[in-house]
């Protein structure tokens, strides 16, 4: 494996902060795009290891005459779970990759690797806004060799407290009275954190393999339904005291039934999970006999 320099956003954020630590570990060269205010707490450790530039500080622009960067991976993005208006999450989402895509081409870099959402575009802003940049990607294919990682749900430790799976965890470890869900019958394809890094792993190693602006979908490619996810971690959490009220909250309005990962690319690319649902549900809890 050759080293590479590697322009990588949301390095601050849970799936960037474990595709920091991984390819420091493999001895790359890590340069990170961050705001001034981001907190540094899930790389602290890796203080010095690592070159950044502040987006919304002047001059970030110069990092492509800095380094001759050899992949920029964008896993940076806005959610709109923050109070975010539309302008902040199109800004974050479309606009600001954008330019980081037009500067990338100037620059001569070779290859971008972009994270995209599997949610159907009508869900809300923040599926809309990836869907666009995915477009935008396509439109540029002949000037960047750049591929989207449409990502299913990822979940491991440490991971915010409003996704799904952390907030379940959370509310079972305090053995709260009860908590609220939709019925629960939506389909999801869950996937343990160490898989999803693994798997953009190999496509920085591959990506030469693919045709550019392919969209590949990673997952573990099985769906489970929500209520039977809830019911999992209550089981390994020993929860006998909180009560699961489903069908409590309404079902978000255009919500997919059921999304799963077609994986052919993916194990085309000899690239397998090693998590089962249960095994990493069992990490999230701390217990190693799932």
């Known amino acids: 494996m050759s080293q590479k320099t ?116 009508e869900v809300n802003d923040y599926a809309l ?7 935008w990607i396509a439109q540029k294919k002949n000037q960047i060799h ?7 749900y990822f979940y491991g430790s440490g991971d915010e407290e409003w996704k799904f799976i952390s907030m379940v965890v959370k509310k079972l470890k305090e053995n709260v009275p009860s908590i609220d869900f939709t019925n629960g019958l939506q389909k999801r394809d869950f996937i343990y954190i160490s898989d999803v890094v693994s798997a953009y792993d190999i496509i920085l190693n591959k990506i030469d393999d693919l045709k550019s602006a392919l969209d590949i979908p990673v997952g573990s490619g099985e769906s489970h339904s929500l209520r039977s996810v809830v019911e999992k971690c209550k089981k390994i959490s020993d929860n006998n005291v909180t009560i699961l009220n489903f069908g409590a909250i309404p079902d978000r309005k255009g919500d997919a039934h059921e999304l799963v990962a077609d994986l052919s690319v993916m194990t085309s690319l000899n690239w397998n999970i090693e998590y089962s649902l249960e095994l990493g549900l069992g990490k999230v809890f701390g217990k190693n006999n799932f």
């Not at 750049?146 to 299913?152: P, Q």
């Open 6 to 121: 590697i322009l990588l956003t949301g390095a601050t954020g849970y799936l960037g902060s474990e595709l920091l630590r991984f390819w420091i570990g493999l001895g790359h060269n890590l340069i990170i795009l961050k705001r001034s205010t981001s907190s540094l707490k899930r790389i602290y450790d890796l203080g010095g290891k690592f070159k950044s530039y502040n987006v919304d500080e002047p001059g970030w622009e110069l990092v492509f005459n800095d380094y001759s960067i050899d992949v920029v991976v964008h896993v940076a993005a806005s959610y709109g779970r923050k109070g975010e208006s539309l302008s902040e999450i199109l800004e974050a989402n479309v606009l600001f990759p954008i330019r980081l895509l037009d500067l990338a081409i100037q620059a001569g870099v070779k290859y971008f690797i972009n994270t995209s959402s599997s949610l159907p575009r």
């Open 146 to 152: 750049a591929v989207n990682l449409v990502l299913e």
């Open 129 to 135: 806004s990836k869907a666009q940049f995915q477009e």
